[in-house]
């Protein structure tokens, strides 16, 4: 018996080498006893992965024949739940199944709810300097506050994600992906705060590859949906330079400078620029709707 009512639930975990910790937070779900299917997507795991999860008659289990990716895993799950809802979360330990229910009783009034790391949860304090960078980066992206960009750790309608499932990287930059998606076409989005435990065993997670990853990713999301959040700034800098500096040598040297001119002129071709992108990115969205 489902969560819901009236709804299916359909639980998706990737796993990658998650032998030690994955048939505990099975256990868990299946205790809860609020999903109508639990699938594992096993992303070509070199240990026992799998064969811990085979033993759980409750647990489907898909399995990638070799390493794709975290996000890859995620829309392999996806695209095999028959729920109309889907809850992601990891098998790592990180997301603890008992907060379940919490992130489920919001799923009426809301179109996706992400569980939100609290500052009780217990991560390195690179990685919450590294949140914190991205979370302030989104929401000036999505002009509303985003509270845990890269949590794994959500519920969300099954039509919405497999209308962005395009657009979903095969990486660990899911979540971020989807969260400035369907926060920039106007969905509902809640944040539910829960306490994370540290994980068990190494993380997959490689700070410098990855954050610099994460930031590219927001930047290209801003260029398709917003991309004068993004252009613009960069124009009115070019400019405000230009103009200084070109009028400080007028004054100083009397005679015009050939590198503000030409910061002005970038200026003035990046504002162009993203006027245009804007349109397009309007024109997609006009496009979608019919």
Do not use: C, W
Request: proline residues 5%; positive net charge.
């Amino acid at each position: 018996m489902g969560y819901f009512a009236d709804k299916r639930l359909s639980i998706v975990i990737p796993a990658y080498n998650e032998e030690q910790v994955i048939g505990r937070v099975l256990d868990e779900i299946i205790g809860l006893n609020v999903a109508d299917e639990i699938i594992v997507v096993n992303d070509g795991s070199k240990d026992g992965t799998s064969a811990v999860v085979r033993t759980r008659e409750q647990v489907r289990l898909v399995e990638h024949p070799y390493n794709i990716g975290n996000g890859a895993a995620v829309k392999t799950g996806v695209r095999a739940a028959t729920g109309d809802v889907i809850l992601l979360m990891d098998g790592d330990g990180q997301h603890p199944p008992h907060e379940i229910p919490n992130l489920l009783q919001h799923m009426g009034a809301y179109d996706m709810v992400v569980g939100a790391r609290s500052s009780a949860s217990e991560a390195q304090a690179h990685r919450t300097l590294a949140n914190r960078i991205f979370n302030s980066y989104a929401s000036y992206v999505v002009g509303r506050p985003v509270l845990d960009l890269t949590s794994g750790f959500r519920a969300i309608r099954a039509p919405l994600i497999r209308n962005f499932l395009y657009l979903l990287p095969n990486t660990f930059s899911y979540p971020t992906t989807i969260t400035i998606a369907l926060f920039r076409a106007g969905f509902a989005v809640k944040y539910q705060p829960f306490v994370s435990p540290a994980r068990v065993g190494k993380s997959k997670i490689r700070p410098l590859r990855d954050g610099l990853r994460f930031l590219l990713t927001i930047t290209r999301l801003a260029v398709l949906f917003v991309p004068l959040k993004i252009f613009l700034p960069v124009s009115l800098t070019a400019l405000g330079f230009g103009l200084v500096y070109t009028s400080f040598v007028l004054v100083t040297q009397q005679r015009f400078s050939g590198a503000g001119g030409l910061a002005i002129t970038v200026g003035v071709l990046t504002f162009l620029l993203g006027l245009v992108s804007e349109q397009i990115a309007l024109l997609r969205y006009i496009n979608s709707d019919r």
